[in-house]
């Protein structure tokens, strides 16, 4: 019987390195959508403080640090990144397992925003996008969400299947940003 081994959607792709900007796979235990029930989001947001020290994001922030993050992920929902949910939020929000839709890769490095500005529309400058923002947006053509989670690091997620189409796309805008600055 033919043994089956399981891989992480990054498996052979990453982690790579140009010019100083790292591109790395993150492999968090869980993934999970929070989306609260009509009329119960104060009560989420307290049970997933008690549960994992973090309230619900406000749109376009999130809450937590490495290991442990909620993520704004679209109206009315939040995604756990880390940690499997508490089933004690299951009172007050619908919970979604989402640990094997998507590939979370961190970006890293002097220059990493100018890679991301290759590759979205959004404004990344630090005055605007501060660590703790996120946002839903395009990524090159495909659908994601970008968070800062550092001065010069960035947490990016795609669907898996998209795993290739970002480490291709990445390398891409990493060098053409090293050509540019003559690296």
């Known amino acids: 019987m033919t043994e089956l081994t399981a891989k992480t959607p990054g498996a052979g792709i990453f982690p790579f390195e140009i010019s100083g900007i790292t591109a790395r796979e993150e492999t968090p235990e ?14 989420a947001s307290l049970a997933l403080e008690a549960a994992h020290g973090m309230a619900l994001p406000a749109p376009g922030r999130s809450t937590g640090k490495a290991g442990a993050r909620a993520l704004w992920f679209g109206r009315d929902t939040a995604l756990l990144i880390g940690p ?11 919970l979604t397992d989402q640990s094997d839709a998507w590939i979370v890769v961190r970006l890293e490095g002097a220059g990493a925003r100018d890679v991301l ?24 053509h495909m659908a994601g969400s970008i968070t800062r989670v550092g001065p010069e690091a960035w947490q990016i997620m795609v669907f898996r299947s998209f795993a290739r189409t970002l480490a291709h796309d990445l390398d891409s805008a990493m060098r053409g940003v090293a050509a540019r600055a003559g690296a």
């Not at 869980?30 to 009560?43: D, F, L, N, V």
């Open 30 to 43: 869980a993934m999970t959508a929070i989306a609260p029930y009509k009329g119960r989001e104060a009560e």
């Open 84 to 94: 499997r949910a508490d089933a004690s939020l299951g009172r007050h929000a619908a």
């Open 117 to 140: 500005a290759r590759l979205t529309p959004l404004d990344l400058r630090e005055g605007v996008f501060k660590r703790g923002h996120t946002a839903r947006s395009e990524l090159a």
